[in-house]
């Protein structure tokens, strides 16, 4: 299986938007946009996402099977932070070691420009809490009902990995 991550341009704008909208539609839990609000986006707003966050693309052979985005954070008393973001996976290729693959690749382009990644995952979501997990993601904090769809509420989970050894 020939599995490569890199970051995604411009040229992988609609390839981009129709797996962000299967991510939507698939997962409207795991998203703070709506698979409704993203459908009526032309897909030059995709290509302007594409230009202002970094953002990863899993494939396999050719295929566009999952991304991520990646974000500094800019103001002076938080830019030592950045957050990872919008993680998805396509059903076929989870348990292939793509999504680990895409984590690392944030975490590399990371590196030299923070000192610590947030993320946030929903809480009864076992299986991306393990990932992230085993990723180096720790948890630190909870905010209850941050989500809502329709009349459910969702609870958000807040992790960090710290790069390199200051914690101070």
């Known amino acids: 299986m020939d599995k490569q991550v890199r970051r995604l341009t411009e040229d992988d704008a609609e390839r981009f938007r129709k797996i ?3 991510a939507l539609e698939r997962h409207p839990e795991t998203f703070q946009s709506t698979y409704e609000s993203a459908a ?3 897909l030059d707003a995709y290509v302007q996402r594409l230009r202002r966050y970094a953002l990863f693309g899993g494939f396999i052979g050719d295929e566009l099977c999952g991304f991520v985005g990646f974000y ?3 103001n002076p008393k938080i830019s030592h932070k950045g957050l990872m973001w919008g993680m998805y996976v396509t059903e076929a290729a989870r348990g292939t070691g793509l999504a680990e693959a895409m984590v690392e690749a ?8 923070v000192e610590q990644i947030l993320l946030s995952v929903i809480e009864d979501n076992e299986r991306a809490k393990r990932f992230y997990e085993k990723m180096g ?3 630190y904090g909870l905010e209850r009902r941050a989500l809502k769809i329709g009349e459910r509420y ?3 989970e807040f992790r960090v990995k710290f790069l390199g050894e200051s914690r101070a």
């Open 154 to 156: 969702y609870d958000e």
């Open 72 to 74: 500094p954070l800019t």
């Open 20 to 22: 962000r909208l299967e």
């Open 40 to 42: 009526e986006l032309h």
């Open 106 to 113: 944030v975490v590399d382009y990371a590196r030299d420009k």
């Open 137 to 139: 993601f720790e948890p």
